[in-house]
Nanobody
Framework: QVQLVESGGGLVQAGGSLRLSCAAS????????MGWFRQAPGKEREFVAT????????TYADAAKGRFAISRDNAKNTVYLQMNSLQPEDTAVYYC??????????????????WGQGTQVTVSS
């Protein structure tokens, strides 16, 4: 079992930045690919970004490319999501996720086995 705890959400004006953190505990952190997903009210959970076990590979949703950056610090068992140029449409609950499996569809939420409780990001116009 892996326990994930997100932090760093909040209220920000359009054009602003936030950095989300997700602290993992319970198992060897480098055994897991990590991802960020988000869910806006009335919408399905959607993929944002993912990073490989050692941090050598990253993949982003089109909406995140050029504005968001996922990274991990394996010494601290933490994954980050730096979000810049935030827009009102980025408003959502952001979830950290982990999988220990060798998945092929990196952007599918059902491929991830462990989830945090989520952190709210609200972007005002």
């Amino acid at each position: 079992q892996v326990q994930l705890v997100e932090s760093g959400g909040g209220l920000v004006q359009a054009g602003g930045s936030l950095r989300l953190s997700c602290a993992a505990s319970g198992r060897t952190f480098t055994d897991y690919r990590m991802g960020w997903f988000r869910q806006a009210p009335g919408k399905e959970r959607e993929f944002v970004a993912t990073i490989s076990r050692l941090g050598r590979g990253t993949t982003y949703a089109d909406a995140a490319k050029g504005r968001f950056a996922i990274s991990r610090d394996n010494a601290k068992n933490t994954v980050y999501l730096q979000m810049n140029s935030l827009q009102p449409e980025d408003t959502a609950v952001y979830y950290c996720a982990a999988t220990g499996r060798a998945i092929t569809t990196l952007y599918t939420y059902s491929e991830y086995d462990y989830w945090g409780q989520g952190t709210q990001v609200t972007v005002s116009s």
